[in-house]
């Protein structure tokens, strides 16, 4: 007698949506993801912020690799040195691998990465020629801004850098260091784009950046409350159209930060260091 013929079974439904993110991979993303959502950020840091990324289409996936890594690195969540996994990042991202290298690539021009053969990707580390020849440039760079700025600054100018004083302040308050991290470079920038030029505001950009780092590597001593404190009286000034105080102010601001750094660390004394104790 003939069995009976079954109907063919029917292929599992697939889904295209990817499934969420493993708990482990979700904790290994927490030093990538911004601190305070871009939309409650004030208006002048969410576009500073903007600047950090011009390599790469605003909202591809590359671009958000790019800010997340280049907000971890300005908030000082990621040090120098910090061996950058791509497939982690992968994970993390929900992206291939590829996606990840172009993003690594673009930190790498941006000269936050640095890219070694068989060895991968890393946190870039400054040398301290590279330290002192970002503040020179910054001085110059600067110095020249406030000077235009000065002359040229509006009512309406000086009411939207006390607003962003006064967020600087409440970060600082609340000991919001990532916050206060980012709203302390980003007073440079926000000069800069009262001036109207966007390759300044861009160039001030990329050397922040580059200054964050910097602070990192070599151990900054200057406090945010000693920075806050500088950047009011460098808006005072702004404000009473004094631009000979100005510049004077934002050299001093620059040069005490450049200062406290620690780049002419002493040799330990080994008999000291060694010595039983």
């Known amino acids: ?9 029917a292929a599992p439904a697939t889904s295209s949506r990817r499934p969420p993110p493993a708990p482990a991979a979700e904790a290994r993303a927490a030093h990538l993801r911004l601190a305070v959502p871009a939309s409650a950020a004030p208006a002048d840091t969410r576009r500073a912020a903007a600047a950090l990324a011009p390599g790469a289409a605003p909202g591809s996936a590359t671009a958000r690799i790019v800010q997340a890594v280049t907000d971890a690195i300005v908030e000082r969540r990621l040090m120098p040195g910090t061996k950058l996994v791509e497939q982690q990042i992968a994970d993390i991202f929900a992206v291939s691998r590829t996606v990840v290298r172009q993003a690594l690539n673009q930190l790498s021009r941006d000269r936050l990465v640095t890219l070694e053969p068989a060895r991968g990707a890393f946190v870039a580390m400054p040398s301290v020629e590279e330290a002192r020849q970002v ?7 600067e ?20 607003q962003h004083l006064k967020d600087e302040r409440a970060a ?25 030029n966007e390759v300044l505001a861009e ?32 808006v005072d000034a702004l404000e009473r159209r004094d631009a000979r105080a100005a510049v004077r102010l934002m050299e001093r601001h620059l040069a005490s930060v450049e200062r406290n750094l620690r780049l002419d660390p002493r040799a330990p004394d080994l008999a000291a260091v060694l010595q039983p104790r």
Do not use: C, N, W
């Open 172 to 196: 600082v308050a609340r000991i919001d260091v990532p916050g206060r991290t980012r709203l302390l470079a980003d007073f440079h920038v926000v000069l800069a784009r009262l001036l109207g």
């Open 1 to 9: 007698m003939p069995r009976p013929t079954l109907p063919p079974k």
């Open 135 to 141: 503040f020179e440039v910054r001085r110059m760079l």
């Open 203 to 234: 160039l001030l950009a990329d050397l922040l950046k580059r200054s964050s780092l910097i602070s990192l590597m070599y151990q900054s001593s200057h406090s945010a409350e000693h920075s806050q404190q500088e950047h009011v009286e460098i």
């Open 143 to 162: 110095s020249a801004m406030v000077r235009q700025l000065a002359a040229r600054i509006t009512d309406a100018q000086v009411a939207q850098l006390r």
